[in-house]
Every structure is written in structure tokens, then in C-alpha cells.
């Protein structure tokens, strides 16, 4: 009678630290988790700036006053621009 | 075993003394098992509250305002988080050194900076908003006591005042003001979420102890807006207007087959990135909400009104020659010809030949052709206050104002209003809804104004006008067949007709053979001689539809040979204007 008793408290002990074991894993990933929102957030709004970024840089009013001004480039008036079998886009 | 028994280890002891130390002991314990009591039952939901306040956190989740972008995903409005300082003028403390050094951070004078910090002498002030990333890691780096960066969002509109009609802005509470901003807000917005966490003593989050309230995103919204076109509209529109020296204009480009609006552009205009110096006429979308008189650019409707009841064909003769009378009013023509086909009434916009024609229609059938094209009515954008524009009641109609219909007057329309009706020349007698979304072609409905075959036959009177001899030579587009109608108008100011002071407008579709975009540019009070629609309107047409042919990529429609009139076109604007075009440029 003894003996069982021996074996099922060890056997509670075991448990007992598994539990303890899977907790602490649980929590350890539920903080990486939340880690790893907060990364994706970040990339999001980086995304978002590097968006803004792109169009700004690309804006059509800046890339005009470069070719004018840097290039030296300017808009062919209508009669000399002729399409030629055009083909939609 | 009995002490007691036992002789030398029998302890004789005063019974106070027992009593006393007995008495101690029990009083403590008394205490510690009251002040136990009275802490966990009586005073408990206050300690449980002051433990929850450590350890659980209710979270609000921040919902991201959506972006709106063009239709090819060109962002027009994006929010982005920005760092601001603030600080809390009670626990702020410097040195000198500290002082400089931040100072230099912020790019601001020492002593400005001192004054700042000191304009308050409770609570919190910010400091400075925005700050760049860089300024924000390099103050966080510091770690000043008081000083705190706080994460805000802030809405960047990269097209700048290219499309800041349209889309409008947001106020610092990220609520929609102006244009598609205000009208989709409940859209873009999105609901923020909540969650309550438990944190551990570094302020980790360990787990949700309620099931969590996800935020919903602010929705994206792709325009109907073709980015291209828009910048070439608002650039040919920005040069016609400086070149002419007029107090403003609006341009308007609308798909013929499906409604969507691909440009529309306004001057005076706005910088939505920065409102320091916010005027709310600059903010006004002119060609949505206010309304002119179009004058010429009716007489298609009139055309349209007495072809489809079969009172005139193209071809009728119509006698031009004299002076017409109508109640007390003398109809002039501006360059008398004496006698007009009904084509040719369209082509050097004839007013007597409109009149005639009106003159044929009972008030009802011909206001209700005006009715059926959509004029009176909103045009059903969806663009928060769009105007309606004026119809007179068929019946209380007198002649006199009949007669002025005819060709525009006492009949007031926006710019979008008179594009849209256009349409149902272009889009053989259908018109589609107007939208400012993207929409996919199958979506659209039209609804039936003219019968294909009279729609037909006023595009082909249309596309006279820009054939040597029309009003608008210079609306030309080489290689494109292009139908359209010029309109000059006296203005009205306060109930009289101004004598020199106009509005200069076209409106056209091409290619003429299956028109697939429609342009209507309105100029107003163009003062720098020119003010016919053909001169001033004509060629902003002609460029921007040349490129919005071009950039779709349409296959030229016109006969190789047509006779070609060269076109002389706006000067650059950069030419004419090079501190604006650089300055323009910097903006951006």
C-alpha cells in the first residue's frame, strides 16, 4: 500500500513539473508572439514610409522639373508626336 | 513525562507573570489576525484593484486609416506614425550641457527652447511634432527626466495639390474634411479593438485574460483617378491659366464607357501637407460644387431635342440671316452668317439657329430633354456637397427664357454635371454612373437618354467643330478623329450680364469613331485678350486628351491623310513661368 502511495506521489511530483515546464514555455512563446506583432507592425509602417518615400521621389511634378532643368529635355508639341498601331495597354 | 514530578526541575513562578506574557502573545496575535480580516475581507476589492492596476493591462488596439491610392496603386493619402515630444514641465530637469545639446537635436535656439520649456508651469506641452525618426532616437537616447516621445499618426498626401481636390484631407482627430477623405470615412477610419493582458514585473505581456477584440483595419480605397492623366490635367490647366491671366478653371476627365472620373482638377488650388495658410476658397472643388452658366456648350441638347422628335435633320437649311426677336430679347450671332444646316448651327455656334430650333419644342418636351441628360440634378458622384445646378420649371417657362436655353443661358450646371451628360453623346445615348472608385467594367449600368441613332448623328455635328471653319480648330489631336463643343459665356455677376468678363469653356470626346474619354475645361475670366472657348478651353483639351489617348494606349482613329492644320501650342509653362514650375517642383 505504501509502495503505490510512493509511486503515485512521485508520479504527481512529475507532473506537477511538467506543468510547471509547459507554462513557462507557453508564456516564453506567448512574449515572442507579441514580439513578432510588434516586428510586423513595425515593417508595416516602415512599408508604409518607404511607400510615401517612393512616390515622392517619382513624383511627376519633380521628375518634369529635372528633365526640364537638368536634362535640358522638354514636351514635343502634339504635331510631332504620331502613334503608331498603338495597342492597349 | 511530569515535569512536575521531577524536584529540580520544578519552577516556581508568579501566576501574573504567566498571565502576562500569556496575555501578550494573545493580543498580538489578535492584532496580526484582525489586521489579516480586515485586509482580506474588508478591504479587499481595494488591494485587488491596486494589484490588477500593476499586473493587468486593458489595451486599446489603434485602428490604421486606410491609404487611397490611384487606380494603378499610386498612393495618394497615407498615414505613417511620427514621433512627438512632450513634456511634463513638474519632473523636467537640465543642465546647461543637457539643454545645448537638445537644443541642437531640435535645431532650435537654446534660449527658445528654455522659454518653451518653461511656457507652462502644470501638466504636459509638446515640444515639438514631428520629430524625424532620426531626432526621435537620438533625444530617446538622452533620457531626460520629464521628456517623453509620444507615437502619433499624421496623413501624407504625396500627389500634394496635383489631386488634393478630390481627396481632400483629414483634421488632427484623423476625420475626413474635405473630398473622398470625408466622404469614405466610416471606410477608411476602421474601429479600434481592445485587450486585457497580464504582465509580469518587466511589463512583458504573459496572456489575455479576455478573449481578444481584434481592431479592424481602416479599409485601402482605389480611385478611380488615373494619376498620369490628373498630373497632365492640372499642369495644361495650371499653364492655360496663368498664359491667359484668368481668376481660375477646373478640368474634368471622364471615362465615356464607364463613368469613372479620371481627372478632375481645380485652380485656385491647395497644399493638403501643409494648412498653415488654409483658405477655404483654394479648398472649394469648383468644378463638383459650384455652378456656371455653360452657355454653347447646350446647344448639342437643343440639337439633340428637336432631332430625336424628327423636326430637323443634320442637313435642314435654317435661316440665320436676320436678327431674331423673342419677347423683348434680340438674339445676336457673333459672326452672322446667312444661311446654317443644322450641322453647321453646331459648328460656328449659331445662337439664332439654336433658337430656331427651340423655338419648335413645347416648353415641356424641350425641358424635358435638358431633364433626361441630367441637368437640375445631382450627378450622383457621391462627392460630399455636390451641386445640382438650376433647371427652370417647364411650366411656368416663358419664351424669352426658352430662347436663352437654347444656347446656355439662365440654365446653370457644374463642369462635372455638363461631362456627365456628355456622355450620352459619346457613349451612343447611355450614360453611366459617375463614380470616383475604380469599378470594374461589367459593374456598369447605364441608363438610356438618347436613341444610338441621335447620339450618333450630333457626335459626327460635333466632330465638325474642330474641322477647319468650327469654333475649335485648335482642339484639335493629331490622328485622333475629336467631336466636342465650345462655350463662351457672359458671367453673371450679381443678376447682370458682365460685358467683358467670360467664361471660356469645351467639352469634348474622342476618338470621335467610339469616344472612350470625354474632357470638359472651363476657364474663368480669362484677361489676357483671348476668351473664346475655342482659344482659351481648345488647346488644354487638345493636350490633355492627346495624353490620356496615349498613356490608354488607343489606336488612332483618323484617316492618314486628313487634312492636318499645325497646331500651335501652349507655350511651356516653365517658359513662361520658371520661378512657379521650379517652385512647383520643390513642393512636391
Known amino acids: 500500500m505504501s509502495r503505490v502511495n510512493m509511486a503515485l506521489a512521485l508520479i504527481l511530483i512529475a507532473c506537477a513539473l511538467l506543468l510547471i515546464n509547459a507554462q513557462h514555455h507557453a508564456r516564453k512563446n506567448f512574449v515572442e508572439l507579441e514580439r513578432l506583432k510588434k516586428e510586423a507592425r513595425t515593417l508595416d509602417e516602415e ?43 | 513525562m511530569n515535569y512536575h514530578s521531577k524536584k529540580l526541575l520544578k519552577l516556581h513562578l508568579a501566576p501574573w507573570r504567566m498571565a502576562t506574557v500569556g496575555g501578550l502573545i494573545m493580543v498580538g496575535l489578535a492584532t496580526v489576525g484582525g489586521r489579516a480580516f480586515y485586509l482580506q475581507s474588508l478591504h479587499t476589492d481595494y488591494l485587488q484593484g ?13 485602428a490604421h486609416r486606410g491609404m487611397v491610392s490611384d487606380r494603378n496603386g499610386e ?75 509620444r507615437r502619433e499618426y499624421r496623413r501624407y498626401y504625396p500627389a500634394a495639390d496635383v489631386a488634393a481636390h478630390v481627396v481632400g484631407f483629414t483634421n488632427v482627430d484623423d476625420l475626413g474634411q474635405e473630398g473622398v477623405e470625408r466622404a469614405f470615412q466610416d471606410w477608411l477610419a476602421g474601429k479600434s479593438g481592445e485587450r486585457h ?65 479620371l481627372a478632375l482638377s481645380n485652380l485656385p488650388v491647395f497644399n493638403p501637407n501643409n494648412r498653415r495658410n488654409y483658405d477655404p476658397q483654394r479648398v472649394r472643388n469648383r468644378a463638383v460644387i459650384d455652378t456656371f452658366e455653360p452657355g454653347s456648350t447646350m446647344k448639342p441638347f437643343t440639337a439633340a431635342a428637336v432631332l430625336e422628335r424628327g423636326l430637323f435633320t443634320p442637313q435642314t437649311m435654317i435661316n440665320t440671316s436676320d436678327g431674331l426677336i423673342v419677347g423683348n430679347k434680340r438674339i445676336r450671332d457673333e459672326h452672322p452668317h446667312p444661311f446654317l444646316t443644322v450641322t453647321e448651327v453646331i459648328q460656328k455656334s449659331s445662337n439664332i439657329g439654336a433658337v430656331k430650333m427651340a423655338m419648335t419644342l413645347t416648353p ?53 454635371q455638363l461631362a456627365r451628360a456628355y456622355m450620352a453623346f459619346a457613349n451612343d445615348g447611355e450614360v453611366a454612373p459617375l463614380s470616383f472608385l ?3 467594367p461589367q459593374e456598369v449600368v447605364g441608363e438610356r437618354v438618347f436613341s444610338p441613332q441621335v447620339a450618333r448623328s450630333v457626335r459626327s455635328m460635333m466632330e465638325t467643330v ?98 492636318r492644320i499645325t497646331q500651335p501650342t501652349l507655350p511651356n509653362p516653365i517658359q513662361t513661368n520658371k520661378a512657379e514650375a521650379i517652385k512647383r517642383g520643390r513642393a512636391a
Open chain 1, 47 to 89: 512599408w508604409g514610409q518607404l511607400r510615401l518615400e517612393q512616390s515622392t521621389w517619382a513624383g511627376s511634378a519633380r521628375i518634369e522639373t529635372l528633365a526640364r532643368t537638368q536634362l535640358g529635355l522638354i514636351t514635343p508639341s502634339l504635331d510631332r508626336i504620331r502613334m503608331e498601331g498603338a495597342t492597349p495597354p
Open chain 2, 466 to 563: 474642330t474641322h477647319e471653319g468650327g469654333t475649335a480648330v485648335r482642339a484639335q489631336v493629331p490622328g485622333y478623329r475629336v467631336a466636342g463643343k465650345t462655350g463662351t459665356a457672359h458671367k453673371l455677376i450679381d443678376g447682370q450680364y458682365s460685358a467683358d468678363r467670360y467664361i471660356a469653356s469645351f467639352v469634348g470626346m474622342a476618338p470621335a469613331s467610339d469616344p472612350r474619354f470625354i474632357v470638359a475645361v472651363m476657364i474663368d475670366e480669362p484677361s489676357a485678350g483671348a476668351y473664346f472657348g475655342g482659344s482659351v478651353a481648345g488647346p488644354v483639351f487638345a493636350q490633355v486628351m492627346a495624353g490620356a489617348l496615349r498613356s490608354f494606349g488607343l489606336p488612332p482613329d483618323a484617316p492618314l491623310d486628313a487634312p
Open chain 2, 50 to 62: 491596486k494589484g490588477n492596476a500593476v499586473a493587468n493591462r486593458s489595451l486599446t488596439l489603434p
Open chain 2, 75 to 149: 498612393p495618394l493619402a497615407i498615414s505613417t506614425p511620427v514621433e512627438s515630444l512632450w513634456a511634463r514641465t513638474a519632473e523636467i530637469k537640465y543642465s546647461r550641457a543637457e539643454l545645448n545639446r537638445l537644443a541642437d537635436i531640435l535645431g532650435m535656439a537654446p534660449d527658445k527652447l528654455k522659454l518653451r520649456l518653461q511656457t507652462r508651469k502644470k501638466g504636459e506641452l509638446s515640444v515639438q511634432r514631428p520629430l524625424t525618426p532620426d531626432q526621435a532616437a537620438r533625444v530617446a537616447a538622452m533620457g531626460m527626466p520629464g521628456l517623453s516621445l
Open chain 2, 197 to 261: 493582458v497580464l504582465r509580469d514585473r518587466r511589463g512583458n505581456m504573459i496572456r489575455d485574460l479576455e478573449p481578444v477584440k481584434i481592431a479592424q483595419m481602416g479599409g485601402n480605397l482605389a480611385l478611380s483617378l488615373d494619376m498620369r492623366i490628373q498630373y497632365l490635367a492640372h499642369r495644361e490647366l495650371a499653364a492655360a491659366v496663368t498664359a491667359n491671366q484668368a481668376k481660375g478653371g477646373g478640368i474634368v476627365v471622364i471615362d465615356a464607357k464607364t463613368g469613372e472620373i
Open chain 2, 364 to 416: 415641356e418636351q424641350f425641358c424635358d430633354t435638358l431633364h433626361r441628360a441630367g441637368f437640375g440634378q445631382k450627378p450622383g458622384s457621391g462627392f460630399p456637397g455636390e451641386a445640382s445646378g438650376h433647371l427652370r420649371n417647364a411650366k411656368t417657362l416663358k419664351p424669352v427664357e426658352q430662347a436663352t436655353m437654347a444656347y446656355g443661358h439662365g440654365i446653370s450646371v457644374s463642369l462635372l
Open chain 2, 438 to 440: 475604380r469599378r470594374e
